[in-house]
């Protein structure tokens, strides 16, 4: 072949373009998209799954369905397996039908429910005598239920608490208590209360009661007790299922949201007189006016210069009572010890940026007090009470003026 045939050959040799279906690069496109499709098709069913698995149960605060750790269920199901007939009731009108029935009543929820509600069921109580159990109370609704029971405390730290001999029938049969701490509780820290006038109590600590009882109004003074993680603790399970089985019938009433009772409640302007709106708007006229009159202008504003100088004690006056007006113990507490350890380095000559080691390794020659002493006083220990507070800042005063000798 010659040379000015080759163009030729090249050009008549071209192989022609075949289907895409036969390139590398489209089969393994083909291949990915079945894969993906079947990767979507498997999320979407898992999902639906997931959410008709939901369905079956309410997830909540003390829902005798969930099987969550703050729901109710291994308390529910024992007392069925006890022979205890349980309704869930979530409007109040359902559960002062309970109460007229004779049958107890545990309301799980007292402080969401408003002054219209909680007349409704201590009006249905009293008809009958049923017994009606509240779980963690507030003041509101044992003033309106059983004002013989009031809030003394919380116990923060939680722990174990003892049934004492005074409790008696009161105990059901539980001698020990756990409750979590604040941090860890349902509703944060349990709540304790103090009786009066034939009321009784059980489990006292040193701020009051666990559980009290008056005239067939029982308080349980931790949600935890129900919960399906707390059921388990101590004799938690003898107290509320001793409890709760006692009568057979139980009405399980969960407030909530959409409860007639509670949606059409008054509004703060309904709780006034009749007279009291003429009277308002009387005020708001003569308010008005004297507005108007104290604020005319009687010359030129007069400009001050800036910025105003103030003097250091009124600021740090003013920063105290900000301080004890919000109880604000900590932070003030650090600012004593933050300004004492200022002081204090600058006497033996460190750095302000010393760690609170190095300070107490310069502190302890001078001192007449053990390292644990000192640590306690400059480091971030909790000031429980004002009157700790005080003595914070008179110990902090007197380690000042023994490194000043």
């Known amino acids: ?4 045939d080759a163009p030729t050959a090249r050009s008549t040799d071209r192989p022609e373009p075949g289907p895409p279906a036969s390139s590398p690069d489209g089969s393994g496109r083909e291949r990915r998209h079945p894969l993906l499709i079947t990767f979507i098709v498997i999320a979407m069913v898992a999902a639906l799954l997931a959410s008709v698995a939901r369905g079956f149960y309410r997830d909540g605060p003390l829902e005798p369905d969930a099987p969550t750790g703050q729901g109710s269920r291994a308390v529910v199901e024992v007392l069925g397996d006890l022979g205890v007939e349980v309704d869930v009731d979530r409007h109040t009108a359902d559960a002062a039908a309970a109460l007229r029935e004779g049958r107890t009543v545990l309301l799980t929820a007292p402080g969401e ?4 509600q909680l007349t409704a069921l ?7 005598g049923a017994r009606l159990v509240l779980v963690q109370p507030d003041f509101v609704a044992l003033s309106s239920l059983t004002p013989e029971i009031s809030p003394s405390g919380a116990l923060r730290d939680g722990g174990r608490i003892e049934a004492g001999p005074e409790c008696g029938d009161l105990a059901h049969r539980a001698r020990l208590v756990e409750m979590p701490t604040a941090e860890d509780g349902l509703r944060g820290a349990a709540s304790l209360y103090r009786t009066s006038d034939g009321a009784r109590s059980c489990f006292q600590s040193d701020s009051g009661a666990l559980v009290a009882e008056h005239d067939g109004v029982l308080v349980l003074g931790s949600a935890d007790l129900l919960t399906n993680d707390g059921i388990g603790l101590a004799d938690n399970s003898a107290l509320v299922l001793n409890l709760l089985a006692a009568d057979g019938e139980l009405s399980w009433y969960v407030p909530s949201a959409n409860d007639p009772m509670g949606t059409t409640s008054l509004t703060p302007l309904g709780y006034l007189p009749d007279w009291a709106g003429p009277l308002l708007l009387w005020v708001v006229l003569v308010a008005g006016i004297a507005l108007v009159a104290v604020g005319r202008r009687f ?3 007069v400009l001050e210069p800036l910025p105003v100088t103030v003097r250091p004690q009124e600021l740090v006056l003013g920063r105290a009572q900000l301080l004890q007006r919000a109880g604000a113990r900590d932070d003030a507490a650090r600012a004593l010890r933050t300004a004492a350890s200022t002081r204090l380095a600058d006497r033996l000559g460190l750095r302000h940026e010393t760690s609170l080691d190095g300070l107490l390794a310069a502190l302890r020659p001078h001192a007449d007090r053990s390292e644990e002493q000192l640590r306690a006083l400059l480091g971030p220990t909790p000031v429980p009470s004002d009157q700790d507070l ?7 005063d007197r380690l000042e003026k023994e490194i000043d000798r």
């Open 1 to 4: 072949m010659s040379i000015s």
């Open 122 to 128: 201590a009006e249905a109580r009293d008809a009958n």
């Open 390 to 396: 005080v003595r914070l800042a008179h110990e902090l």
């Open 113 to 116: 429910l408003n002054a219209r």
């Open 299 to 301: 010359g030129p504003v």
